[in-house]
């Protein structure tokens, strides 16, 4: 399992974060986000590696995930979305929608 104590904790922090943008409240009592949460970005494209490998690796429906698999595509998924709204990286932000979106759809997804 690749999300640890650690990764939970910053991904607490940045959902509280995007909460604040959510609604509205002003930037100087947003609270601070520590910098090694953006290493969270790195952690999230792994799981959506692995599993994408193991998605390969069968080769036939019907696809079956691990829970835990499933836990951190759901992990991944939230971190994507509210990493997205605390824009704390304008370069790719897009992308990070795009990313969180389509772990969603393939949990979502009937194989």
Same mark, same amino acid.
């Given at each position: 399992? /690749?999300?640890?104590? @650690?990764?939970?904790?910053?991904?607490? @922090?940045?959902?509280? @974060?995007? @909460?604040? !943008?959510? +609604?509205?409240?002003?930037?100087?009592?947003?609270?601070?986000?520590?910098?090694?949460?953006?290493?969270?970005?790195?952690?999230?494209?792994?799981? =959506?590696?692995?599993?994408?490998?193991? =998605?390969?690796?069968?080769?036939?429906?019907?696809?079956?995930?691990?829970?835990?698999?499933?836990?951190?595509?759901? !992990?991944?998924?939230?971190? !994507?979305?509210?990493? +997205?709204?605390?824009?704390?990286?304008?370069? +790719?932000?897009?992308?990070? =929608?795009?990313?969180?979106?389509?772990?969603?759809? !393939? /949990?979502?997804?009937?194989?």
């Amino acid at each position: 399992m /690749l999300i640890e104590e @650690k990764s939970r904790y910053y991904l607490k @922090k940045i959902r509280a @974060k995007s @909460k604040m !943008f959510e +609604y509205s409240v002003p930037e100087e009592l947003h609270i601070s986000v520590e910098t090694q949460s953006n290493d969270l970005v790195l952690l999230s494209i792994a799981i =959506i590696g692995d599993v994408a490998d193991v =998605i390969w690796q069968q080769n036939n429906t019907p696809i079956i995930l691990t829970e835990i698999m499933e836990e951190e595509l759901h !992990f991944a998924a939230r971190f !994507f979305d509210s990493y +997205y709204q605390t824009n704390l990286d304008y370069v +790719y932000n897009d992308y990070y =929608i795009l990313m969180g979106g389509g772990c969603l759809l !393939f /949990l979502q997804h009937e194989w």
